[in-house]
Every structure is written in structure tokens, then in C-alpha cells.
């Protein structure tokens, strides 16, 4: 069974940073693409990030390029996110998710995110 777990989350001050973590179980972490999308209260599921199996390509939303940085450590299974510089806006629920031929296949349950002063 898949099991994707996501920590971190919490509320921070606008311009403060968090990093999230998911942790991964019930499948050969190291073959597949994983990414973070988010879902702001009233809004629909956006791609925040993605990164492929080996960790050597990355994929970022423009809006959060140059603030988030996405990184994996295949030997051990997590799948991180850094968020920097975030911003009120950014107040969403950040999900882990395993990807198949570029779809979204599998995510978690969730962290919280709160970017409020």
C-alpha cells in the first residue's frame, strides 16, 4: 500500500520559511517522479513542484520559482520542499505526490500551511 506522509507545515510570519517533508512507503521510491501540489481554501489542486526519479531535473510553478527548491534523498525515501519567502497568498494545504508518466497518481493527506502576521 502507498503511504505518503506529509510534516513541516505550520504557521509562519510573511517572509518566513518552512520546509515540509513527506515521507514515502509501499513502493520503490527511487523509479518515480514525485512532486507538491497545493489547494488553497476555494481553489483547485495547483503544481507547486516536481522532481524526477533520479533528483537531477526539477520543475517549478513561476510563482514560486527562485523561492521553493524541491530535493529527494533516494537512499532514504523522503521527498522534501523548502519554501522561502512566502507569502500571505501561500496559505494553502501542500501535498506529496507520486507521479506516473507525469500524472499525478498518488498523494497524501496533507500539511497545512499558514502565512498569516
Known amino acids: 500500500e502507498v503511504q505518503l506522509v506529509e510534516s513541516g507545515g505550520g504557521l509562519v510570519q510573511p517572509g518566513g520559511s518552512l520546509t515540509l517533508t513527506c515521507a514515502a512507503s509501499g513502493f520503490t521510491f527511487s523509479i518515480y517522479a514525485m512532486g507538491w501540489v497545493r489547494q488553497a481554501p476555494g481553489k483547485g489542486l495547483e503544481w507547486v513542484s516536481t522532481i524526477n526519479s533520479g533528483g537531477g531535473s526539477t520543475y517549478y510553478a513561476e510563482a514560486v520559482k527562485g523561492r521553493f527548491t524541491i530535493s529527494r534523498d533516494n537512499a532514504n525515501d523522503p521527498l522534501y520542499l523548502q519554501l522561502n519567502s512566502l507569502k500571505a497568498d501561500e496559505t494553502a494545504m501542500y501535498y506529496c505526490?507520486?507521479?506516473?508518466?507525469?500524472?499525478?497518481?498518488?498523494r497524501g493527506q496533507g500539511t497545512q500551511v499558514t502565512v498569516s502576521s
Open positions: 505526490a507520486k507521479l506516473v508518466s507525469g500524472n499525478l497518481q498518488e
